[in-house]
T-cell receptor
């Protein structure tokens, strides 16, 4: 059982370039999330999707867009990368409305030069 | 708005010693509380959770946590730490809403001395 799978695991971008982080879960969860993790700042919610067809902003959405492609997949796009977006990005999922327990992917480390 | 405070950024304990990691939360209703562990280069893994009922909850790897409503705390404990427990620990408060969004503390890094 793969759980939550993120790709790519590592990426280096130049300022202004664009890229998409992919996330897929095989647990039939309704809700999916994108967090970023920076040293000393815990995890901050970027965007989330409570259910297929819906997306909402989290705490730090500026500079990002998301797409809930289907129930399994939730992608995060950086249209014009900035050095401030250098971070480790985590995708997570959970069962909507029943528990807040999150299941995490292994993370994607992004460096913007 | 919900929030979580982990007062200790870094804790060092000797192997075999007991451990307590502190967590204080702010939430308007009865919270859902979680502790997650993150090993280097890995995602977060759930250690334990509190939703309701018994205020002392048991988790994986020998960890336990106690919910104290009067103190707005949910401290994580382990009687005897193993070297493999060295990791970063995150406390989180969640909600049983449609989105079930969780808010995380800034984390506590645990170092285990041999």
């Amino acid at each position: 059982n793969a759980g939550v799978t993120q790709t790519p695991k590592f990426q280096v971008l130049k300022t202004g370039q664009s890229m998409t982080l992919q996330c897929a879960q095989d647990m039939n969860h309704n809700s999916m999330y994108w967090y970023r993790q920076d040293p000393g700042m815990g995890l901050r919610l970027i965007y989330y999707s409570a259910s297929e067809g819906t997306t909402d902003k989290g705490e730090v959405p500026n500079g990002y867009n998301v797409s809930r492609l289907n129930k399994r997949e939730f992608s995060l796009r950086l249209e014009s990368a900035a050095p401030s977006q250098t971070s480790v990005y985590f995708c997570a999922s959970n069962v909507q409305g029943l528990t807040g327990e999150l299941f995490f992917g292994e993370g994607s480390r992004l460096t913007v030069l | 708005a919900q929030s979580v405070t982990q007062p200790d950024i870094h804790i060092t304990v000797s192997e075999g010693a007991s451990l307590e990691l502190r967590c204080n939360y702010s939430y308007g209703a009865t919270p859902y509380l979680f502790w997650y562990v993150q090993s280097p280069g890995q995602g977060l893994q759930l250690l334990l959770k509190y939703f309701s009922g018994d205020t002392l909850v048991q988790g994986i790897k020998g960890f336990e946590a106690e919910f104290k409503r009067s103190q707005s705390s949910f401290n994580l404990r382990k009687p005897s730490v193993h070297w493999s427990d060295a990791a970063e620990y995150f406390c989180a408060v969640g909600a049983n809403t449609n989105a079930g969004k969780s808010t995380f503390g800034d984390g506590t890094t645990l170092t285990v001395k041999p």
